[in-house]
Structures are given as C-alpha cells and as structure tokens.
C-alpha cells in the first residue's frame, strides 16, 4: 500500500471492498441453484446487510459528490452557495491556482488556511512566521499572515488577498470576513447563501 493514504483512506476502502463483497457474494448465491433456498435467503440477507454497512461507512463521500454544489454567475458577478446538510455553507475557490474548499463563516474575522491547503498551494507552512493568534472554539492558536497571488470564484479574481495560516490542524480552511467584505452584498434565503460582486 502506498504510505500517502490517510487513516480515513484506509477506512473509505475497508467500506468499498466490504461493498464489492456484498455485491460479489450476491451475484455468486444467487446463480447456484445448489444450495437449499433457506440457506441462500440467508446469505443473500448477509450480503445486502454487509452492503448497508459499506454504504453507511461511505455516506459522508457519497453525500458530498450528489449534494448540491456552488454556482456562480459570472455576468452578474454572483455566486449561489446551498446550504449543505450539516447547516454550513461551503465554497471552492481557487487559490494560487489550485481548488481549495472553504467553510464559509461569517463568525471569523480573516480568510485562514489550514497547514495541509497552506502547502498545496506552495507555501511551505514550517518557514512562516507565526507572529498572530486567533481565539477558537478549542483555544488560542497562532496563526502565519500571508499574501495570496491569486483567489479565484468562478470568474471572479482578486489578487494580493491578505489571508493566514493556522498552526493547529482544523478540520477545513476558512472563508472569514476579510475576504467576504469583498462582495458588495451577502444575503441569506432560506436554504441559499448570495454573494454579490
């Protein structure tokens, strides 16, 4: 096995080949006339349950390719971004060139990065200075400031965005209000968030 894959990795395939399991044992059961129909109904529930439990270990993957994603109108310098099922609304910008996916959080004062988007998009998180803090939700923090080249929406480009990175792993990078204020106007209806330009 490659030494790159992530514990959840390892898990998002333990769940896909418990699928291919189920699928495969399945169609094997359901072509042998051999065995006795109370076995067979047995193992075909067998497999259709090992096969819910793939399904539930992969949901979270599967919901984030079906839901719906951002959309954004470059004649009217609008963006539409629908609320996802866990209540927040999330963007993929392009930063320097390379899709970075933000929680959007009106909560937060600056556009930050975590470590590991921080060094996909070329910088290299172990030479920043970090000279900030920032109070979180698990406590004080220090945070690098930085310049970024380039932040892309679908057509709407600002260059030399002022953003951080954060020291701590967090969970996804952050769209704060440094950047938002950009937009002229941010609403929010119902299950939609509008930023205009």
Same mark, same amino acid.
């Given at each position: ?20 399991v ?15 129909? #109370?076995?067979?109904? +047995? !193992?075909?529930?067998?497999? *259709?349950?090992?096969?819910?439990? @793939?399904?539930? $270990?992969?949901?979270d =993957? ?7 994603r ?32 933000? #929680?959007?959080?009106? +909560? !937060?004062?600056?556009?930050? *990065?975590?470590?590991?988007?921080? @060094?996909?998009? $070329?910088?290299?998180? =172990? ?9 979180t ?53 119902? =299950? ?6």
């Amino acid at each position: 096995m490659p030494d790159n894959l992530t514990a959840d990795d390892y898990a998002n395939l333990s769940y896909l080949v418990l699928l291919l399991v189920a699928v495969a044992g399945y169609a094997v059961v359901n072509r042998r006339m051999g065995i006795g129909r #109370v076995l067979q109904q +047995g !193992a075909i529930w067998a497999f *259709l349950f090992l096969g819910v439990i @793939a399904l539930f $270990g992969m949901w979270d =993957d599967i919901r984030q390719t079906v839901a719906p994603r951002q959309t954004v109108f470059t004649e009217d310098q609008r963006v539409e971004l629908p609320r996802q099922a866990d209540g927040h609304f999330y963007v993929t910008a392009g930063i320097n060139g390379t899709a970075v996916d933000f #929680v959007v959080d009106t +909560g !937060a004062t600056h556009m930050v *990065l975590t470590p590991e988007d921080a @060094a996909r998009i $070329g910088l290299h998180p =172990d030479d920043l200075i970090y000279s900030g803090s920032a109070r979180t939700a698990n406590g004080i923090v220090r945070t690098a400031p930085v310049r970024l080249e380039a932040v892309d929406l679908g057509g709407i480009t600002d260059e030399n965005v002022r953003a951080f990175v954060n020291s701590a792993d967090m969970d996804q990078s952050l769209m704060g209000m440094s950047y938002l204020q950009r937009f002229s106007r941010l609403e929010i209806t119902r =299950d939609m968030m509008i930023l205009h330009r």
